[in-house]
Nanobody, 116 residues
Framework: QVKLVESGGGLVQAGGSLSLLCTAAGDTVSITAIGWYRQAPGKQRELVARITSSGSSNYAGSVKGRFTISRDNAENTVTLQMNSLKPTEPAVYHC??????????WGQGTQVPVSS
């Protein structure tokens, strides 16, 4: 089992930057990938960026070139650096851990309001 805690959310101006941190605890050696997802009010949760245990990453087309995902295996953390945030991007951002047994775990999420 894995517990995920997101931090770093908060109000940011459009065009600004914010860094989100996902900290994992528990059976972290069994994690194969961690993804950042976001859910805006009235919309479905969508993948923003994902990074595997080997360091391969992929991004949603809408954030490519603006967001960067990275991981620190020693600290069991995954960071999502968000630059040039748009007024259309306020959401609750969640991290998700994919396990080698097929299970997945979610954090509680962190809010990122964006003021225009």
């Amino acid at each position: 089992q894995v517990k995920l805690v997101e931090s770093g959310g908060g109000l940011v101006q459009a065009g600004g930057s914010l860094s989100l941190l996902c900290t994992a605890a528990g059976d972290t050696v069994s994690i194969t990938a961690i993804g950042w997802y976001r859910q805006a009010p009235g919309k479905q949760r969508e993948l923003v960026a994902r990074i595997t245990s080997s360091g391969s990453s992929n991004y949603a087309g809408s954030v490519k070139g603006r967001f960067t995902i990275s991981r620190d295996n020693a600290e069991n953390t995954v960071t999502l650096q968000m630059n040039s945030l748009k007024p259309t991007e306020p959401a609750v951002y969640h991290c998700n851990a994919e396990m080698n047994n097929g299970l997945g775990y979610w954090g509680q999420g962190t809010q990122v309001p964006v003021s225009s």
